[in-house]
């Protein structure tokens, strides 16, 4: 790589490695953090289950980066300069030069978030027996490829669900399955295959150039396109630079033009990547651009505002810019390293190496005498809720759906997710969260499992609501108090 491009570490005198802020802060938001006896009933309100809380009661909110990043100073005031036009929209040709500039493609189509990104690719390109090989599904992806007739199949590498590894790319597609795939198939039944930057529910873990060239190769040589979710490709690329000994040395630029360039068809959540809303798809294809096209217009509005305001789409142009920023970038995933490897060193079970997106609880090893299922995972974040008035979610069997005969199907992993939405908390903020865990793993005993009492037929970890198989909630409490007295 041309370019030498250091990354902005801070190193310290006393040898520690603690994660600076590159920013400051110049708004806030109070928050609040109320009495354990009144999180406990918002928690049983709640349903036990987290998406239904109210952040009113809620201390550190750590469901999701979808939505809840902070904007930098730059992409809030772009935002005045929006242009309200239903066609032709100023606002989307300066978002269109910077996905040109950025992802390095040509043509882009706004769409109102990632899985509407998710319905138009598989509404024009998959048909009913099709199959799609990938790294890992996610859940808004499996269920649009589905619902229009098409199979996911997860070609992961060996390493890829073990909890505890030190093996960089987690992410890797394996090369050997996707050629058996292919072979089993028949590359005219596999429309395309998808890769997904920084697997969001296996830890959001990584893959590497090199895997994606290897996979781009067996590709071409079938003639089947690659498509590429790049929700979370500013943290991939960041670790590709962090661990990949070729990129040691490459700009992160240069780093996300390299992957968009082995994809046919890039796509995104701006929730995540650009921290605004929306999403986009883009490609350098006409043919692939015009396949899509009118569902757009179908879907989600003229093509030059795709169902998103036109100041986000302006604070979209500016986010895509940023991303290309190392320490813009860095502060998410640095701060995760050290919560997992914080906690790694306290003995609670994570996901290791540390990821993008969040710290992963692996909630089998942290309630091992919790079965599956009674959703140890779903379990774990109701008990940290009501101890800390953090919030997580269930990235687990709870996530998973019931196949055709109504049995619950066991996920492969149970993970508590504790994410960091981008520059949101600060170091303090994190430590706290470290003790609450810390403790919680002190007294795991004291949690027990969980059951549905309402279960909805699609995507029911949004609205399902479920109640403790025992009194263990109010247990708990008593432990809280007996523990840290009258503290909050
Ligand atoms: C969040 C996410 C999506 C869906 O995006 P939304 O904007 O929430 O609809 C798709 N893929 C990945 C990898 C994601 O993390």
Request: aromatic content about 10%.
């Amino acid at each position: 790589m041309a370019k030498n491009q250091p990354s902005p570490e801070i190193k310290f005198f006393s040898g520690q490695h603690i994660p600076v802020e590159l920013h400051k802060v110049r708004m806030v938001q109070k928050l609040h953090l109320k009495p354990v006896e009144e999180r406990l009933e918002a928690m049983e309100k709640g349903g036990y289950n987290t998406f239904q809380l109210n952040t009113r009661d809620i201390f550190l909110d750590m469901l999701t980066d979808s939505g809840t990043n902070a904007m930098s100073d730059n992409q809030i005031s772009s935002m005045l300069q929006a242009d309200d036009a239903y066609a032709g929209s100023q606002s989307f040709y300066r978002m269109e030069q910077a996905v040109r500039q950025v992802f390095g493609k040509h043509f882009v189509l706004p769409v109102h978030q990632g899985r509407a990104a998710e319905n138009i690719i598989s509404q024009a390109f998959i048909k009913p027996g099709d199959a799609i090989p990938m790294n890992y599904h996610f859940t808004t992806t499996k269920a649009h490829m589905e619902l229009n007739g098409g199979e996911v199949l997860e070609i992961y590498t060996d390493e890829a669900l073990k909890i505890k590894s030190n093996v960089p790319f987690k992410g890797n597609i394996d090369i050997n399955r996707l050629n058996k795939v292919i072979e089993k198939y028949g590359a005219k039944h596999i429309p395309f295959i998808r890769m997904e930057a920084s697997t969001n529910l296996i830890g959001g873990q990584p893959f590497s150039v090199q895997n994606m060239r290897e996979v781009r190769a067996v590709a071409e040589k079938h003639q089947i396109p690659v498509v590429l979710d790049a929700s979370l490709i500013g943290e991939n690329a960041w670790f590709i630079k962090k661990r990949e000994e070729a990129y040691q040395n490459a700009s992160i630029a240069e780093i996300l033009l390299t992957m968009c360039g082995l994809a046919d068809i890039v796509y995104f959540s701006s929730r995540k990547v650009s921290s605004t809303r929306g999403g986009g798809i883009c490609t350098d294809s006409e043919e692939l651009y015009m396949k899509m096209r009118d569902l757009v217009v179908l879907y989600e509005g003229f093509t030059t505002y795709g169902g998103i305001s036109v100041r986000e789409i302006e604070a979209m142009a500016v986010g895509l810019y940023e991303t290309t920023d190392e320490t813009v970038i860095a502060q998410s995933p640095s701060f995760i390293e050290y919560a997992v490897n914080t906690l790694d060193s306290l003995g609670v079970p994570v996901v290791t190496p540390a990821g993008a997106l969040g710290c992963h609880i692996d909630a089998m090893g942290f309630l091992p005498h919790v079965p599956q299922e009674e959703y140890p995972a779903g379990a774990l974040a109701a008990a940290l809720f009501i101890v800390s008035g953090i919030r997580g979610m269930e990235r687990g069997t709870i996530s998973s759906v019931r196949d055709k005969e109504g049995n619950d199907v066991l996920a492969d992993v149970e993970l508590l997710r504790l994410a960091f939405p981008r520059r949101v908390f600060t170091l303090s903020q994190t430590m706290f969260m470290i003790d609450r865990v810390n403790w919680l793993f002190q007294n795991r005993h004291l949690v027990g499992g969980l059951r549905f009492t309402e279960e909805p037929a699609v995507l029911r970890f949004f609205n399902g609501r479920l109640t403790p198989t025992s009194p263990w909630p109010q247990k708990l409490v008593e432990k809280f108090r007996e523990d840290f007295g009258q503290s909050l």
